[in-house]
């Protein structure tokens, strides 16, 4: 059984426990959910932090929409603790309880786990589940589902097009800049205060705003002939914090 993950999710901390629990994974773009396994559990990852804040503005249950059209069984996995993580919010853990069960009402499930490693054991055993069920099961037709491009959902997609930004980091983004605009126009300085925006991550964003087209154009087919291995592609994989 191979796990889809959304190419987006290469720097996660749960890649290398999924990689060290055996689990075999391809990486590609997912418009919906980080995690496809076998096409049935459509599988969204947060923060608990993360998770609060989709709830303070609502987006987590455009997000959960689109989980349930696309996948058989849905589910939220929310790492670390609410608890801590009200105490920075203006939301109480009433409200977080509230909101997971509109959720399950809706017929997407919430699991809380306490980070990376145990999100990676439990990909690892619903893929597992999905093996044992051999010949006798029979994958359901993928649904597809046309995302609604609302005005936040939009807003996130396009920052997080950009090399080296998670959807959570484009979450954080807006967060500090309120609109894409002001973060386009942001000063390196100014980038520096979102947490998770390294000097290499700021650099790659500013040569992608400040590049002429027509120059990198010309760079990109000047370097069609480099080798692999070469030093120069090691960088842009490179993690940074």
Do not use: C, W
């Amino acid at each position: 059984m191979e796990v889809i993950i959304d190419d987006r999710e290469r720097r996660s901390p749960v890649i290398p426990e999924l990689a060290r629990l055996g689990v075999r994974f391809e990486f590609k773009r997912l418009d919906i959910a980080d995690y496809d396994i076998s096409g049935t559990y459509g599988i969204e990852r947060k923060t608990a932090g993360d998770f609060l804040d989709s709830i303070l503005d609502k987006r987590i249950f455009e997000q959960s929409r689109y989980l349930k059209q696309a996948y058989p069984i849905p589910l939220i996995i929310v790492e670390g603790s609410l608890s801590q993580e009200t105490k920075y919010r203006s939301i109480s853990l009433n409200q977080a309880y509230g909101a997971i069960l509109a959720l399950a009402e809706r017929g997407v499930s919430v699991i809380t786990t306490g980070g990376p490693h145990e999100t990676a054991l439990f990909i690892y055993i619903t893929s597992k589940r999905v093996e044992r069920k051999g010949s006798h099961y029979v994958p359901p037709v993928k649904r597809i589902v046309k995302v609604n491009t609302s005005i936040p959902v939009a807003q996130i997609n396009l920052i997080a097009s950009l090399p080296g930004i998670s959807h959570e980091l484009a979450e954080r983004i807006l967060s500090e800049f309120k609109t894409p605009r002001k973060f386009f126009t942001a000063t390196a300085a100014e980038l520096r205060k979102v947490p998770g925006l390294g000097p290499k991550k700021i650099q790659k964003i500013l040569a992608v705003l400040d590049t002429i087209y027509v120059s990198a154009k010309t760079l990109s087919e000047s370097e069609k002939p480099i080798n692999s291995g070469s030093d120069m592609t090691r960088g842009y994989n490179e993690y940074d914090n």
